[in-house]
Nanobody, 121 residues
Framework: QVQLVESGGGLVQPGGSLRLSCAAS????????MGWYRQAPGKERELVAIISPGGSTNYADSVKGRFTISRDNAKKTVYLQMNSLDSDVTAVYHC???????????????WGQGTQVTVSS
């Protein structure tokens, strides 16, 4: 079993910043790609950013230059620094991690429960 615990969401004013965190725990042998997705009301879940074990990143065009994804491999944690926020980023943000479990080396892909980010004055 692999668990993901997210934190850092909340209500912020336009132009503000937030930092999301997602920590993985459980029977983990290795972690591969870590990422963040979001789902706004009435919309499909979409990719925000992903990061490889070596630190290579990929971002949605809408967040390039404003969001920064990073990871701490020792802590099995992925972060999303969000700056210059506007109402368009209001959504539930989910982290996503894939890797291999310890016992069987079987692959896994897990989702966090989601954390609400609301940008409003």
């Amino acid at each position: 079993q692999v668990q993901l615990v997210e934190s850092g969401g909340g209500l912020v004013q336009p132009g503000g910043s937030l930092r999301l965190s997602c920590a993985a725990s459980g029977s983990i042998f290795s972690i591969n790609v870590m990422g963040w997705y979001r789902q706004a009301p009435g919309k499909e879940r979409e990719l925000v950013a992903i990061i490889s074990p070596g630190g290579s990143t990929n971002y949605a065009d809408s967040v390039k230059g404003r969001f920064t994804i990073s990871r701490d491999n020792a802590k099995k944690t992925v972060y999303l620094q969000m700056n210059s926020l506007d109402s368009d980023v209001t959504a539930v943000y989910h982290c996503n991690v894939d890797g291999r479990v310890a016992a069987s080396r079987a692959p896994f892909r897990s989702w966090g429960q989601g954390t609400q980010v609301t940008v409003s004055s």
